[in-house]
Structure formats: C-alpha cells, structure tokens
C-alpha cells in the first residue's frame, strides 16, 4: 500500500479568535494534533491532541485571544511515515507524550523542534471556530471515516480494496473478517472507540502476516522489503513506540519479505550501544534514505541518492511471523 499524498487544508475566514476552537479530521488517518497560542508576550503550545477520522475535538476552550493561531498534525505510527507534510514556517517546543509548553521558542530537555502552519480558522454560527485537516480526495465526513477503517483495515492484512471512502462487497467482506477474528459484534463498528479497537489490533501480533514488536526503551524506524519474482520493492519508515506491535503493510503473496529496524532517539538519530548502532538486519543489501521512500531499483543506491542498508530474510513460511526488537 502507498500513502497517498495528503495536505493540511484549512478553511479560511477573516474571523477573529475569541471563542472556543475545535480541529475536526476529515482525513482517512487518526491523527494528533499540537497548537500553538502566539501573542504580543509569548508562543505557547500544547498537544496531543488524537482525533478520529469524522470527528472534532475541542482544543481550546472559552475565549481565545491570540495574535496567532498555529498547528502541527502528525498520524499516528501504525501508518508508517507520516503522510501529513510538516513545513510549516514556525518552530516550535513539542514534546513525545502529552504537554503544554508555556514558552515553547527555546525547548529544554525532553523538548525538540517541529514545524507548524498558522491558520485562519472558519466562525461557525454558534460563535465558535473551527479548522479542518483535509487530504487531496476532499472526504466528507462519511468517506473520510469509512476511508479510515479501510486503511487500517489493509494495515492489519484485510485486502478491503482501495482506499477511497466508498463502500462495497470488498470492503464490507474484509470488515466481517476482521471484527469475527477478534470476536466482536458488527455493532461495534458505531461505536466511538471504534479506531481505537483497529488500531490496538493493529499493534498487537498476529498470527497471519508479518509483525514488529518493540521490547526497547526506545522508539524503532523499521523499513520492509518484498520479493514478488520480477523485482524487489522496499519501503520505509514505519514508527514503532516502545510496548508496541505493528503490522507492515505486506500484500499479497511475495516470495521472500526482508525486514531492517533501528532504534532511534527523539532526534532520530541512531541509538549506538559501545559505538555500534543498535539495529536489527541482515545481509541483503537493499536501498533505504532517511525520509520516507519506496523504490524498486536496488542497483547501485548511492547513485540514486540512496543509502544500502542490510535487510534480513523473513522466514514467512508457517504464514505468519513476529520479529521482536530487544536490547542485546
């Protein structure tokens, strides 16, 4: 599965902001969201703020006096590499877990930089502003939610066809599948916590397909590899907090599956354990960058402005198979 490319989109208006202020998520990915308060006297920031496909989520409440409205959005890891652009022109303090940052233009220890967007939120008629994240295919709120369960639907190894918030007989196949092997009722599917039961499922092993689990202290970026007979395609990267389980997107029957992992630190750079980077590979030499990549030319990967990186082979023969990541 590719990701698609994907745009923050916000709706416009000359509103002023003095009222409650909520981000609503029409992209088919559960994200998390930071906001940033610029005024004469500070920049603040606080997040993460999850939200849903189809939902909204207050973020500040009550009156909002700001010089600036700014935002940093992220989806979550079991997508792999975020497809939501991050090239905002501010700078500002976030931290990995939840936080509220009172000055956030000079970070401290356990902060680290990330780019937001001013935006212009839309005043609603109760008074109250909103801003939308939007991907390219302009989801409303119903394709946008059934665009997000057919996602991850693909992510845990249900083929639920294409990713376009259209429903059909593939989809509502792969569905029934996935809610009968985790025994739950089909009501569930209209439950509020509904992306939060796929994506746990999605971060817990399975006994079909490939799994990564993360048993390190620190966050792993893990790349995939598959060998379908006529070319091999790799493709990176996939976030893997600690404690967690993910699923690569692995399709179809390949004749061989390569894996590559590295634990990183905030910055993302390497972990090195007595100068040697604490990685998880093999012999196979394959092409990887450090931004988000998928490529099916191995040949001569410097060339290319790639780097070749030593996967390993994948013994996928019992049909599943969990890789677990752990300190040596």
Same mark, same amino acid.
């Given at each position: 599965m590719t990701l698609p490319a994907a745009v923050i989109s916000f709706f416009a208006s000359a509103a002023p902001a003095f009222a409650d202020l909520k981000i609503c998520n029409r992209m088919s990915y559960v994200v998390e969201a930071a906001i940033g308060i610029d005024d004469k006297a500070a920049t603040a920031t606080r997040g993460w703020f999850r939200i849903d496909p189809a939902t909204c989520r207050v973020v500040v409440q009550g009156t909002l006096a700001a010089d600036r409205i700014l935002l940093n959005a992220r989806a979550l890891g079991v997508y792999g590499a975020s497809p939501i652009p991050q090239n905002g022109s501010d700078m500002l303090c976030v931290a990995q877990e939840n936080f509220v940052i009172a000055a956030a233009r000079q970070c401290r220890s356990g902060q680290t930089q990330a780019p937001f967007t001013q935006i212009t939120p839309t005043q609603t008629d109760d008074g109250n502003l909103v801003a939308y994240l939007a991907e390219d295919s302009e989801y409303d709120d119903e394709q946008a939610r059934l665009a997000g369960i057919q996602r991850l639907l693909a992510i845990a190894g249900y083929d639920a066809g294409a990713i %376009?918030?259209? %429903?059909?007989?593939?989809?509502?196949? #792969?569905?029934? #599948?996935?809610?009968?092997?985790?025994?739950?009722?089909?009501?569930?599917?209209?439950?509020?916590?509904?992306?939060?039961?796929?994506? %746990?499922?999605?971060?817990?092993?399975?006994a079909s397909g490939l799994t990564w689990c993360n048993?390190?202290?620190?966050?792993?970026?893990? #790349?995939?590899?598959? %060998?379908?007979?006529?070319?091999?395609?790799?493709?990176?990267?996939?976030?893997?907090?600690?404690g967690k389980c993910l699923h690569p997107d692995v399709t179809g029957t390949p004749r061989q599956v390569y894996s590559f992992a590295e634990a990183v630190d905030a910055d993302n750079r390497a972990i090195k354990l007595k100068d040697k980077p604490l990685n998880w590979g093999g012999e196979k030499q394959l092409c990887t960058r450090e931004t988000k990549f998928e490529t099916n030319e191995q040949n001569d990967c410097p060339a290319r402005g790639f780097a070749a990186t030593g996967f390993g082979a994948v013994d996928m023969s019992s049909g599943g198979k969990t890789l677990r990541f752990a300190m040596p």
């Open positions: %376009d918030g259209v %429903d059909g007989p593939k989809t509502q196949g #792969a569905l029934s #599948a996935f809610l009968k092997s985790r025994g739950l009722a089909p009501d569930i599917v209209q439950s509020p916590n509904f992306f939060k039961t796929m994506v %746990d499922a999605v971060q817990t092993p399975s048993d390190t202290p620190h966050k792993v970026m893990a #790349a995939v590899a598959t %060998d379908d007979g006529k070319s091999v395609t790799s493709r990176g990267w996939y976030r893997i907090d600690p």
